[in-house]
């Protein structure tokens, strides 16, 4: 019995498993790049509010002047972010949320952010344009 063209179709049998591999390999990189992409704004959203609580335990006796009403964060330039933005020289609690709003401006997109201060208790949330819409926004509560 003489079998012609078996080789052949065993070859393309192998290309096709391989293939379908290879898809599933590139597959599971894109997903890892989108949550390393996640993760990482998520990480920037904990540090910025970090760093704005940390300008209000500087300044604690003008504490009151850090509060923000949930809003689009306003970078220097007309709203966009500003890389060369440097402070007017108007008063600290002032110069602190215009240099904290145009980092929020640079390094989120579309982010808006809420300061709330209850005595001694400061709230910052964080939201931006995610790609997950089931993620929730970054709050971070402190006692000052």
Request: charge should be negative.
């Given at each position: 019995m003489n079998q012609k063209g078996f080789s052949l179709i065993e070859v393309i049998v192998t290309i096709l498993?391989?293939?379908?591999?290879?898809?599933?390999?590139?597959?599971t990189q894109v997903v890892s790049l989108k949550m390393n992409t996640q993760s990482q704004?998520?990480?920037?959203?904990?540090?910025?509010?970090?760093?704005?609580?940390?300008?209000?335990?500087?300044s604690y006796d003008n504490i009151g002047a850090y509060a923000?009403?949930?809003?689009?964060?306003?970078?220097?330039?007309?709203?966009?972010?500003?890389?060369?933005?440097?402070?007017?020289?108007?008063?600290?609690?002032?110069?602190d949320i215009a240099t904290w709003e145009n980092n929020l401006a640079?390094?989120?997109?579309?982010?808006?952010?809420?300061?709330?201060?209850?005595?001694?208790?400061v709230t910052v949330t964080i939201d931006w344009d995610q790609d997950d819409a089931d993620s929730n926004p970054v709050v971070v509560r402190t006692e000052i």
């Open positions: 498993i391989l293939g379908i591999g290879i898809l599933g390999v590139a597959s704004s998520r990480s920037q959203a904990v540090i910025l509010a970090e760093d704005l609580l940390d300008r209000v335990r500087a923000l009403a949930q809003g689009d964060a306003q970078g220097a330039d007309n709203g966009a972010c500003d890389t060369s933005f440097v402070p007017n020289g108007a008063s600290v609690p002032a110069n640079c390094l989120l997109p579309a982010a808006e952010r809420t300061v709330a201060i209850n005595g001694n208790t």
